[in-house]
């Protein structure tokens, strides 16, 4: 498994936006493709986006297609999560997850078996 370490939550207005980071230490972390989820209070937790090993390729929930973007620097061992336009509901703890094998882009939380602790994100209205 590989480590990883969100970081760059917070509170913010309506409109604003932020951006996550993701540390990840372990593993080869350029292997892997990695994803980003969230979760509400009293939600289960849902998938935001995905980037492959390379970087090459993303794929978005609809929910923040178009508003969020997701970015990786293997020579950090970083991945990334641009919010902008943030709206209330984009209110939750959001988590980076690494993909358990070196798959392709996926969306199901099952396919992930190393997950950060997490890092809460508020927008206000």
């Known amino acids: 498994q590989v480590q990883l370490v969100e970081s760059g939550g917070g509170l913010v207005q309506a409109g604003g936006s932020l951006r996550l980071s993701c540390a990840a230490s372990g593993r080869t972390f350029s292997s892997y493709s990695m994803g980003w989820f969230r979760q509400a209070p009293g939600k289960e937790r849902e998938f935001v986006g995905a980037i492959s090993w390379s970087g090459a390729r993303t794929y978005y929930a609809d929910s923040v297609k178009g508003r969020f973007t997701i970015s990786r620097d293997n020579a950090k061992n970083t991945v990334y999560l641009q919010m902008n336009s943030l709206k209330p509901e984009d209110t939750a703890v959001y988590y980076c997850?690494?993909?358990?094998?070196?798959?392709?882009?996926?969306?199901?939380?099952?396919?992930?078996?190393?997950w950060g602790q997490g890092t809460q994100v508020t927008v206000s209205s």
């Open positions: 997850a690494s993909r358990k094998d070196m798959g392709p882009i996926a969306t199901v939380i099952s396919l992930f078996d190393s």
